[in-house]
């Protein structure tokens, strides 16, 4: 059996990793995931948070309540950069700015640590790779996302480099790229629909320098996307530039045992009294949002189809563009149907703004996962063997769905994601198919396979253990 890595504390000091997490709990939970795993090797692991415009998801409320519970990790909180003159209105430009304008405080932070063995970045992270090298430390890229993901993004700086066209222009249009199923020109993420926009050319910027990383780390298991792996491997995916080594390091998702801190969740002791597979869960992510009237669809769709179920809901947004805008507490009976909780109450239950995912998806009474495609939140579908009904919200949803239907064949589409309002005889629709037919059935079948090989992939002599182990070769070898 080969043993785990880890570095010799004997003839020189702890060795340590920095890692430089984006803003948001999707990209900072995963790094967190992984210094878990960097603990196990004996190294000693700090978190660089950077400061968060306005209320972001990764305020220090929330990064205080993930230090509490993981008391062997060090969280460094990176000070604001000097205000900008003229600060971008766009929020997600204005957070790439506050990540390029923090690396000399980065460089400071990796300065005051003896021994860093390496940085470990975020993509959106990625300008910090010459502070690294100028500190003779390496850089990895940590892509908290699908490989697919990864892929595509490759795949369409290259499309770009050749094509006139914008996607936007391009409607339903396949786009076909190595690795990964045809991709709808639709289905890419809205802010690189635009070859000339300031978002895309800013992260095109960001993956390119990610090629000049000494490796990719991937939240993922070779078995599930081995397609994309292989075509990244392979540097097809960008065949103008060499591609940095890449590791699938995951399924890396959270326990559970670390949601909520305090008494278990209400909803947990409902699941309890429910039947096994029962239950459809529905749940769309720290930023997913509906209005008011997208919200009374869902519930009549639930109810006509006589499904349990169990349902976060969080209020509507005052601006839909705005996804750090904080949310009040949701009035049910002003945004439910009249009378549905009263109806629905011996078989469902509605959870406001948040719910223990990880454990909820775990439990036995969880049949059916609703979910908007997040990658954290795929992962943990998949590694609790629920079948996903896909309706991908924003950012790289989209495209993680046509992975999850087209090519891992885990789920489904609720169709008018990408209209004006999702129906609730679609909801009902999609929620009888997973639940009642053989079609749902078959889901369950290949949902069990994905679940034995992602406990296999973790296991210390699996494939994911394995490629972690390595990745600390090469940091060894380095010295």
């Not at 469902?348 to 969880?366: E, F």
Request: hydrophobic fraction near 45%; proline fraction near 8%; glycine fraction near 8%.
């Amino acid at each position: 059996m080969r043993a785990p890595v880890l570095f010799s504390m004997e003839s020189k000091p702890s060795r340590s990793v920095v890692l430089y997490a984006a803003m948001g709990a999707g990209h900072l939970l995963p790094m967190v995931e992984l210094a878990k795993l960097f603990l196990t090797r004996g190294l000693d692991v700090t978190i660089a948070v950077p400061a968060t415009p306005g209320s972001g998801t990764t305020g220090s409320p929330t990064i205080a309540g993930i230090a509490a519970s993981n008391p062997s990790i060090t969280f460094h909180h990176l000070p604001p950069p000097p205000s900008c003159a003229d600060p971008d209105p766009n929020l997600l430009l204005l957070m790439l700015d506050v990540l390029r304008r923090s690396v000399p405080s980065l460089a400071s932070l990796l300065r005051s640590i003896p021994s860093v063995a390496a940085l470990v970045l975020d993509i959106f992270c990625a300008e910090a790779v010459d502070a690294a090298g100028a500190l003779h430390v390496p850089a990895y890229i940590y892509f908290t996302s699908a490989a697919g993901a990864f892929a595509a993004s490759l795949g369409l700086m290259h499309h770009y480099s050749t094509a006139t066209t914008n996607l936007r222009d391009m409607g339903k249009a396949l786009l076909r790229f190595p690795g990964v199923p045809p991709i709808p020109a639709s289905d890419m993420p809205s802010l690189v629909q635009d070859r000339e926009g300031r978002f895309y050319k800013a992260r095109a910027k960001l993956y390119a320098r990610a090629m000049e990383a000494s490796g990719v780390l991937l939240n993922t298991y070779e078995w599930l996307e081995a397609r994309a792996v292989g075509a990244l491997r392979e540097g097809a995916c960008s065949p103008d530039r060499p591609t940095p080594p890449v590791y699938c390091v995951g399924p890396l998702v959270a326990s559970g045992e670390e949601e909520g801190g305090g008494a278990r969740h209400a909803c947990l002791a409902w699941l309890d009294a429910q039947p096994a597979r029962s239950v459809v869960f529905l749940c769309f992510g720290s930023m997913g949002s509906f209005s008011a009237a997208q919200l009374k669809e869902i519930a009549r769709g639930l109810e006509s189809s006589g499904h349990r179920f169990l349902w976060v809901v969080r209020s509507p947004r005052q601006d839909p563009a705005n996804l750090l805008e904080h949310l009040p507490e949701p009035d049910l009976a002003a945004l439910l149907p009249e009378g549905f909780l009263e109806r629905t109450a011996d078989k469902g239950m509605v959870v406001k703004s948040w719910a223990p995912q990880a454990k909820v998806l775990r439990h036995a009474a969880t049949g059916a996962f609703v979910t908007h495609c997040g990658w954290n939140s795929t992962l943990e579908g998949i590694t609790a063997g629920v079948p996903l009904l896909c309706w991908p919200l924003y950012a790289e949803q989209r495209m993680n769905k046509v992975f999850i239907v087209e090519e891992m064949k885990m789920g489904v589409v609720i169709d008018g994601y990408d209209e004006e309002m999702v129906r609730a005889e679609e909801v009902e629709a999609k929620v009888r198919l997973v639940m009642e037919s053989e079609e749902g059935g078959k889901l369950l079948e290949r949902l069990a396979v994905a679940r034995a090989k992602a406990v296999e992939a973790l296991a210390e002599e699996g494939p994911s253990r394995v490629a972690f182990d390595e990745f600390i070769d090469r940091l060894v070898s380095s010295e």
